[in-house]
Each structure stands twice: as C-alpha cells, then as structure tokens.
C-alpha cells in the first residue's frame, strides 16, 4: 500500500507502508499506539504536539515518527494541522468526541482541504451514546463488555489485565486495522470517512469466541471455572520450588498425554474429563511442579509438545533463545523494547527507530504550501519550546 502523488518516504524507510502518511495528533494511551505500529510498518508519521510537550526520551510509543509543535490556541494553529492534513492519507486522533471540531480540526474541516483524507477516532465509550462524553480508562471500558468479569480465579474478584485488553487490543489494534480499510477504501472511491474504534467496541469483538462458547452452554460466568480461565488444571500456571512459575496449556489429549509423562504422572491421575476430578488433578499437578525449579522443569520439556513454558519477566524474556533467535526483543542503543510485528516476506519492516525531537523539515519534505509562513507566526515550532 503505497501512497498516490505524494513524494518519497524519508531516507531509508521501508516496510510494507512505505509512502503512506499518517497525521497523530499527539495524546496518550491507544492512539499513539496505533501510530507507533503504522509507523513500524513503515509509514511517515507525524506526531503533532503541543509547544513544550514532546514525547519523552523512553515513550516506546513514539519510536519510529517525526514530530513537530503546534500550538492549536494560535490563530494559525488549526490552519497548520489542515496543511498537514492536506498532504496525507491517515489523521489519528484521541480527544472526546466534540473536541477536534472545536480546534477547528475535525473531519469536516480536513475535508474541505483533503476528502480522500481517513479521519481515525481513538476513544474508550465512542462517538455516541449515554457515555460519549464521559471520562474514562482501560479497566471501565473492559468492564461493561464482560472481558474484565471473565478473568480471574475461582472465589477470586476479576484480575485487571493490565491495560492490555482494552486499551491497546480492542483500541489501538482495530484502529490500525479501520484506517487502512479507509485507505484501501478512499483510493478506490476517492472519499475518506471517519473510523470510529471505541474501545468498548474493539474489546467486545475480541470476546467473539467467548461469546459463542457461552451460547451454546460451553462458558458459564463464574470465573475459574471454565476451560480457559484456569478453571481446567491443564490449563493454569503451577509454583515451582523457587517461587517461580510455569505456564500450562496441554488441552489436547495427546499434548496432555506427554505432559503426564514428563511429570511422571502417566496412570497416576484421575480421568480429567470429569469436572468432578479437576480438585484432586490440580493439586496433584501443583504437588509434583512444587518439587523442582523453574529452570528443572524448564529443562525437563524443553523441547517436547506438553505445552508448557517458563513464565519470564520482560527482562527475562529478552534472553530467552527462541526470542533471541527470532530477534523478537531488541535493543537498539541499548533500549529493550519489541521489534515490529508482524513480519512481511516482501516488504520487511524497518528496525525500530529513535523517539523523535520537534524538526520543522517534515514541512519541506510533505511540501506544505505555505510552510515558511506558517513557521514564522509562531504557529509551529521547529524545536521544542
């Protein structure tokens, strides 16, 4: 997907969206998510800021952009987001709903300079409805779609997955997909559109098979009780004598067969398809991981198909051979952080790149008409203030 009239990608960039231009202006959470993976795949992204607000020096989020300040309360700020706007393919934006529009930057108003513009909304509760315009953070919007009352132990209150699920699985994650639709769209219409990605919305979606589960009486709402929520004793995370933990996912038969096996269970454990029997299976399992460490047991089914893994700290993580093997984890100038994903076999993506500081050449380089004037109001700012 490369981009219709506009110049080159800036020098050395590539990746399968090479020449796709994307417009982010700047907030936090989801949003700048979703633009840090467009721009690992390698469009230009431009995060635009506020003078005195620049990404900081380890927000991983911003990996890969350009940036530039504009102050949106000048009475040329909202004319140099529209010039910007002018020249892409892709705006992203975070506020509540109503806000763009009183900037004087909302899709309407992108529009009229640029229709074939995709104007991707990022938001918890979404465009409408009794909570639009409500406040809000990843653990409510996981909450009211279901996701949040789903994780956790039997007898246990729900486990908050970080912000995980939603803000960046149900929000960022469908953003990114919504824009591209647009640009796939736009180029065979000509007309952008809005993409509207709730996180309520995105995080319900991720839910689907949870969903078809419970309709046909195979997940029922009380927690740890179901095949996937630890429920099953061969599918949970069991201590090791170190305190440590392993991770165990052995639901097909004959994966759990060899599980048996190299616990040296085989013939000693009642028949786990019986509910009834997943008390005595639990604790029986949990008895014999308590007896070695973590890294015994990581010896011991290294290799093999039972389906367990050591659970790794991020740091831990790092040095792990099948991710250092697959270059999952790097560390450009000594920062760990992921590489992009996924991996494209034509188009490869570009090795993440440093957070950028505020440098107006981006102006000269999309060939912003007007951009010397623009500069020199005061509107934008070259450089941090």
């Given at each position: 997907m490369t ?10 960039q590539?990746?399968p ?21 467009l721009?690992?795949l390698?469009?230009d992204?431009v995060?635009?800021g506020?003078?005195?607000g620049?990404?900081?020096?380890h ?6 952009k350009?940036?530039i300040?504009v102050?949106?309360?000048h ?10 706007a002018?020249q ?12 763009a ?5 909302g899709p ?5 300079v640029?229709p074939?513009?995709v104007y ?9 409805g009794?909570l639009a315009?409500?406040?809000?953070h ?6 009211l ?5 789903a ?5 246990g209150p729900?486990?908050?997955?970080a912000?995980l699920?939603?803000?960046?699985g149900g929000?960022?994650l469908y953003?990114?997909?919504?824009v ?11 007309r952008?559109?809005v993409?509207?990605a ?7 979606h991720l ?7 419970a309709n046909a009486?195979a997940?029922?709402?009380e ?5 996937l929520?630890?429920g099953a ?5 069991y201590e090791t ?15 759990y ?6 616990l040296g269970l085989t ?25 070695r460490?973590?890294a015994?047991w990581?010896e011991?089914?290294d290799?093999?198909d039972?389906?367990v893994s ?5 740091t831990e ?6 991710l250092n093997a697959?270059?999952?984890l790097?560390r450009?100038?000594g ?5 992009p994903a ?22 000269a380089?999309?060939q912003?008409?007007?951009a010397?004037?623009l500069?020199?109001s ?5 450089k941090?203030?």
């Amino acid at each position: 997907m490369t981009a219709e009239g506009h110049g080159g990608p800036p020098a050395g960039q590539n990746g399968p969206l090479a020449g796709v231009r994307v417009v982010e202006l700047a907030g936090i959470g989801p949003a700048p998510f979703c633009a840090m993976l467009l721009a690992d795949l390698g469009a230009d992204v431009v995060r635009v800021g506020r003078p005195g607000g620049g990404p900081g020096e380890h927000d991983l989020l911003d990996r890969g952009k350009r940036a530039i300040s504009v102050d949106l309360k000048h009475e040329r700020g909202p004319a140099s987001v529209l010039a910007l706007a002018e020249q892409a393919d892709v705006l992203i934006e975070g506020f509540r709903p109503g806000v763009a529009e009183r900037l004087g930057v909302g899709p309407e108003q992108c529009w009229e300079v640029n229709p074939r513009l995709v104007y991707g909304r990022m938001t918890g509760w979404g465009q409408d409805g009794p909570l639009a315009s409500n406040a809000g953070h990843d653990v409510g919007y996981i909450a009211l779609t279901g996701m949040l009352h789903a994780i956790g132990r039997k007898g246990g209150p729900p486990q908050v997955p970080a912000n995980l699920l939603g803000d960046f699985g149900g929000g960022s994650l469908y953003l990114a997909v919504g824009v591209l639709a647009g640009v796939l769209q736009a180029r065979a219409g000509g007309r952008g559109q809005v993409v509207d990605a709730a996180i309520v919305d995105g995080a319900a979606h991720l839910g689907s098979m949870l969903f078809g589960m419970a309709n046909a009486g195979a997940w029922n709402t009380e927690r740890g009780t179901n095949l996937l929520d630890t429920g099953a004793p061969y599918y949970d995370v069991y201590e090791t004598s170190d305190g440590e933990h392993m991770a165990v996912g052995a639901l097909e038969p004959q994966f759990y067969a060899e599980l048996l096996e190299r616990l040296g269970l085989t013939g000693q454990v009642p028949d786990r398809d019986d509910p009834a029997n997943w008390p005595e299976l639990r604790n029986k399992l949990a008895e014999v991981f308590a007896q070695r460490t973590r890294a015994a047991w990581t010896e011991v089914f290294d290799g093999s198909d039972a389906c367990v893994s050591p659970v790794l700290s991020m740091t831990e993580a790092a040095d792990h051979p099948h991710l250092n093997a697959r270059g999952t984890l790097v560390r450009p100038d000594g920062v760990l952080q992921p590489a992009p994903a996924p991996r494209f076999s034509s188009t490869p993506t570009p090795p993440p790149r440093p957070v950028p500081s505020p440098d107006a050449a981006v102006l000269a380089d999309w060939q912003v008409p007007g951009a010397d004037d623009l500069l020199s109001s005061g509107a934008i700012h070259g450089k941090e203030a």
